[in-house]
């Protein structure tokens, strides 16, 4: 088997440039290879890919050619659990967990979230002072990270939620480092030599998270409460097709997985929304417009409907995708892919960043436009900020959903303006996905009175 062609620098020279700066790499090996290109770093080689017909290949017969997830997603073990449905290594246990994990994500249930995201970014809005400052990430990982707390357990007020919340930023903010993802790549570092160690802090932390969730799925297994709509609650009355419930351990691991994919990436997305609408006057503008065409009384299928909110919004996932990569499909049986025969066992990723930056597909791919996505549609495999196929993100409609609302709630309500308009953020690794590569600042330098930035959500 001839593989894709790609650097030929020893693994170690690979993992260590993957690590520092995946994105420039990928775009040095785009340069130099095209569209479908092998990097080396781990034991395993594994093919990149940026072509929309080969992404759609990958994408459309992702249960018949290819296994469950590749040895990546082993990278999240740790974290999440080996039952979450990232993790899992069974084809068919992937395909249970995701039917048990989607009704709670399904349209009708996302709008009952509306209120709990305009509620808790007012919370968060209500904190800001005329004439002072505040760290965009702050704020936005705060309303992320409330709502899905919200969304998942119902009440986040509760001191054992307050407790989760408080340790899971602080083992997040760990993870973000280069040098914690080193550690995931490189599983001799995994040693515990006591509390203070960077692996021990770490491992205790993580157990007392996950204490504190397992006494959580206990009590509310204790106090069963029909009338509860929060996403733990409904995991517990699911049933599969053979009408068997979650287990504790999947139960965890679950609500791990959503409370971590489910606040981050969103947290990143939402600030690079508010970095590039006060970045370019015209686009504020633009939006502050069409926001206020709707009037006082704005409802979220209105806000949903909005053509320029949603192009910024595609845009921003567009230009610095969240999620670099789509998870590694490990081929089952012989695949010809783009003029190579792939073997069995070799592992194949979509490069959502390197499509998205595609010349041909999005001319000036460097400059935010939003107006690409009202001149034109791109199918699934030129914009797939969310991946795609069987594994496809099960939040996405549920971060799109926050983002719309959230930042309808912030322009409705506040004047802001970048404290330093002439620096270029850029994006940069966080952990296994991208952030931005400094703190945004942001002045505020006008609330509006509460009665007429009052935005009412209908739960239509
Ligand atoms: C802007 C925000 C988000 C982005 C950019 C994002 C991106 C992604 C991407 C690229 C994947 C991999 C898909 C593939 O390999 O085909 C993924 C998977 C996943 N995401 Fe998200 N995501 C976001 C928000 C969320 C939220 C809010 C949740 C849950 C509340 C969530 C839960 C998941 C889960 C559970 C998976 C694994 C699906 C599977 O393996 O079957 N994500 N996401």
Redesign the pocket.
Known sequence: MQLPNGPQTPRVLQMLQWIASPLSYMEACYKRYGDIFTLRIDKTRRVFVSNPNALQQILTSDTKEFEAPGELNQLFAGLLGKRS??TTTSRSE?QRQ?QL?MPPFHGDRMRSYGQVINNVTEEIISQWECGKTFCVRSATQAITMRV?MQAVFGLYESPRAQKIEQLLREVLEESSTPLSVAFLYLPFLQKDFGPSSPWGKRMRRQQRVDQLIYEEIRERREQLDASRTDILSLLMEARDEAGQPMTDEELHDELM??LV??HE??AT?LAWALYWIHKLPSVREKLLQEIHSLGDNLDSSSIFKLPYLNAVYCET?RIY???ML??SRKVKTPLSLMGYQLEPGTEVIGS?YLTHQREDLYPEPKKFKPERFLERQFSPYEYL?????A??????A??QFEMKVALVKILSQCELALVDNNADVKPKRRGLVTGQDRPIEMLVKNLRPIKSRQLDIVNT
Not at 385 to 389: I, K, L, N, T
Not at 391 to 396: E, K
């Open positions: 449905v990232i992937h995701r994990l899905i997985t959503l994919a489910g990436t969103t997305a996932l995708p969240v999620g789509t998870f959502i900020p969310f991946g795609g196929g594994r496809r993100c099960i939040g996405m549920f971060a």
